[in-house]
């Protein structure tokens, strides 16, 4: 009989949207290795606790999220290693309601509201009817439930070269896809000439939504989803796509334990999803010239690579000067702050990665991966009105990095 109601109650979770009521969200700075190693027990153990980031740098903040009847042994534990902490909101819930989230019979498609799977595709097929001449629906592949990977790509004439834009590779992190989808339609309307200029001579190839499945999961049951959606243990679901490319796979910053946040599957490119962007990638590698994943959040610009073993990128020099200058533009318009710099130095260890492998395995020109924002006021769900100033700044550090690019002999001027 027991078991007969631990499965009901299996069930009755998978059917339930989950909801946050009075979960907080603690910060906490570790000041020495063991507080760290503290936070990172915490992590884990799957005991309940949510990380948004993984602990991985002494003095270096983690957000975690503290589910309300874990608030008592948690004040324990930081009290004994001596951790003070700060409370970013004592009830998530309240964030995820004031998000912004379309009406599911909205009319039109715009970008005060975030939107689900099946409404942005539905506008993407219109771009697609809208501009024939310039614009072609592509299909990178199917996730496990079997949905499409689609990507649109801008190209006004022959013989340019590409940039490749993906987003939601992490299913909870909702303003990259949109920040994708305002961007291309910016790269089509706009009459900014700069804009116009990487719009019409440079190929763009923009995958808004890489997890289509946590994607859309995110949406009809937990806001909080982070993985794929394919059954990794008896009880647990997902890999991070992250952490699941084939370059130094499990190295470092990654977890081989199925119900983990950042577990990198059963082996290299075990996820379908992953096997797809790979394949896609290779058929159009030699035509790219920058290869651009947007994650969120924490205001931070980085190259790679995530795996500190691996050594320098061929072109390091021309990474730090192209990005220092994206770092700086962005701060222009709003006066929003990116913290710029190497990946593993900058923000944590991670093998596996998307960016490791185009770099590592093609030697891409331009690798960059934007975490945009907040710093921790919303964390993941930054309200619906910021996507749009949030799109701006980084269709702006996209131009900077065409033009310092340029002065560096990439992007063909002579194409223009």
Known sequence: MKSIIVLLCIGLTFAVKARYDN??????????????????????????????????????????????HKLAEIDIILAKFGMEYTTLTTNLQEWIDNEGIAPRKRAAFDWNEYHNLPTMYKWMD????????????FNVGKTYEG?????????????????????????????????????????????DPNVRDIAENIDWYIVPVVNPDGFQYSH?????????????????????????FGFKWMAMGASGNPCHEAYAGSSEFSEPETVALAAFYSSIAENI?????FHSFGQFLMYPYGTSGAGDISNRKEHIKVGKAMQNKIAERYGTKYVFGNLAETLYEASGCAIDWVKGVYDTPFVFVIEMRDTGTYGFMLPADQIVPNAEEILDSLVTMVQEARKLGYFDQNNN
């Not at 002494?58 to 975690?64: K, L, N, P, Q, S």
């Not at 049951?221 to 699941?244: E, T, V, Y």
């Open 23 to 68: 979960y907080h969200v603690f910060r906490v700075i570790p000041e020495d290795l063991t507080q760290l190693n503290v936070l990172r027990e915490l992590e884990n153990q799957n005991s309940g606790y949510i990380f948004w980031e993984t602990p991985n740098f002494i003095g270096r903040f983690a957000d975690f999220v503290v589910p309300p």
């Open 126 to 137: 219109d771009i697609a009817a809208q501009y024939p001449n310039i614009v072609t629906k």
């Open 147 to 191: 949905r499409d990977i689609l990507g649109l790509k801008i190209s006004y004439k022959d013989g340019n070269e590409g940039i490749f834009v993906k987003g939601n590779i992490h299913a909870r992190e909702w303003i990259t896809s949109a920040t994708a989808t305002w961007i291309l339609n910016e790269l089509l309307t706009s009459t």
């Open 220 to 244: 009809t049951s937990d806001r909080m989803w982070r993985k794929n959606r394919k059954p990794s243990s008896s009880f647990c679901h997902g890999a991070d796509i992250n952490r699941n």
């Open 289 to 293: 010239t920058a290869y651009i994943d």
